[in-house]
């Protein structure tokens, strides 16, 4: 039996963008509160959110309306400011053990392990947006994946992802083989959407597809509910985008716990 691992991107910053570290912030506490060790998250947060001076609650991020304070402290933040880079995602993904950047944690998985990825930012076609003007090209994150498969560096993996376009990322690249479930908030050719704009924080405190697997997760029984029933779930709620799901499938029936929990 292996271990589960997960690895979560906030690829954006600045306040206006409050809702991808939000967006982030709730899946740690999500998966931690599901068992997941904390040696077994790797997180990536520009963390200029929590205390800016636009937040009216310092300290404080909420995900929705009447939201409790999933920030969890800088201390779980594992790559910060100008550390949020594709290539240090890419590196951690590799498992490169001599990555000078952030506090140098990355990915020590084997070949019995699980791991569960979710990026939230913006998007365009065949690329994922990072801080500044740094993109991750569709090209560079499929070779990641072909190599963490020839390494042996997980049984199975599976990847969430919130942006526009982000159907792009995958389409007619990821094959079957690899045995990476993607799942994308939009097709490769629409805008995927911010939701529960905040007057008192002003901002948007959530991406409608993120919060509609997030609360499906924590009013579900992860034991017992598959990663397609969420799929469909989600498919369901989420009326802005057209939820995407592509690569392989085999392992759909599989239950959530041995991705977003212990």
Known sequence: KGQNWVILVAGSNGYFNYRHQADICHAYKIVTDRGIPAS??????????????????KGVIINE???????????????????????????????DSNITRGNGKT??????????????????????????FNVLHSKDLLETLQYMYK?????????????????????????????????????????????????????????CYSINWMNDTDFCDIRKETIAEQFDHVLKETSTSHVCKYGDMSFEDETLIYFQGN
């Open 40 to 57: 077994n998250i790797i997180t990536f947060m520009f963390d200029d959110i929590a205390f800016n001076h636009d937040n009216p609650q």
């Open 151 to 207: 390494k042996r560096m997980y049984s199975q993996v599976l990847f969430y992802v919130e942006a526009c376009e982000s159907g792009s990322m995958f389409n007619s690249v990821l094959n079957a083989n690899l045995n990476v479930y993607a799942e994308t908030a939009s097709t490769p050719f629409e805008s995927s959407y911010a939701c529960d704009y905040s007057d008192i924080f002003g901002a948007y405190l959530n991406d």
């Open 107 to 132: 990915l020590k998985s084997g070949p019995n392990d699980r791991i569960f990825i979710y990026f939230a930012d913006h998007g365009a076609t065949n690329i994922l947006a990072f801080p500044g």
């Open 65 to 95: 309306y009447n939201g409790t304070n999933v920030y969890p402290g800088k201390e779980a933040i594992d790559y910060r400011g100008e550390d949020v880079t594709p290539d240090v995602f890419l590196s951690v993904l590799r498992g």
